[in-house]
């Protein structure tokens, strides 16, 4: 299975910082069947899509676009697929819209823009779809980072709470004669320490390159 990215995700990423992420409202809208005003219509599976539209087929099984879907999150476990659905049209001529689908989450939406080419509508399907997955994973990632950095913040207050404990016993073993156990307790206490300060290294970097989380 031939499935292709779409842009490198640190750019993707440079992008959303510098403004230009993919804006969502394109898919805000109703719920249910399509009116001239809303932008999309949201259905929960492709099922009920195909309960309102007698013609449904992907984007990809249309038009040969080299993959059959775009990632939707950095584990690549996810796809959103692009498909197309077909409306009866003018003196029998048919008219088309373009759809996409997530596979591991109820989200399908079917676009309002209508096409009178099947093709072009297909095109256009697997366009959003692509943009829809770099959106999708871009959230993704920063949950990853969030739980990641908050998971590492953790470790620290553990480290540092033991680390105080530790100081603490340190001079009174000294007073009492007790060297060797308070240069044992010191050299734990450096450990500790240098374990602090990795996992603040590793927040730092994860801080400014998340995306070397999932490289």
């Not at 409306?87 to 001529?93: C, T, V, Y």
């Not at 509508?121 to 739980?147: F, I, K, M, N, T």
Request: aromatic content about 8%.
């Amino acid at each position: 299975m031939n499935l292709n990215m779409a842009l490198p995700l640190s750019t993707r990423l440079a992008n959303r910082k510098a403004g230009q992420k993919y804006k969502n409202e394109v898919y805000g809208g109703c719920a249910g069947k399509l009116n001239k005003s809303d932008k999309c219509a949201w259905y929960s599976s492709l099922k009920d899509v195909k309960a309102d539209y007698r013609f449904v087929q992907h984007a990809h099984k249309i038009v040969r676009l080299g993959h059959n879907g775009w990632y939707a999150d950095n584990f690549q476990s996810g796809l959103i697929c692009g498909f197309v659905v077909r409306l009866p049209g003018k003196a029998g001529k048919p008219r088309y819209l373009a759809g996409i689908e997530a596979t591991e989450w109820d989200s399908t939406a079917v676009l309002a823009e209508s096409y009178d080419d099947e093709c072009d509508a297909a095109r256009a399907a697997d366009g959003h779809a692509e943009r829809y997955a770099e959106v999708s994973r871009e959230d993704d990632l920063e949950q990853l980072v969030e739980q990641a950095i908050e998971d590492r913040g953790e470790e620290i207050t553990t480290l540092n709470t033991e680390i105080a404990e530790l100081t603490a016993e340190v001079e009174p073993l000294s007073t009492c004669g007790y060297f060797r156990a308070a240069a044992a307790l010191e050299e734990l206490i450096a450990d500790k320490q240098a374990e602090v300060s990795k996992l603040e290294k590793s927040i730092k970097k994860i801080t400014d390159e998340p995306w070397t989380l999932v490289a």
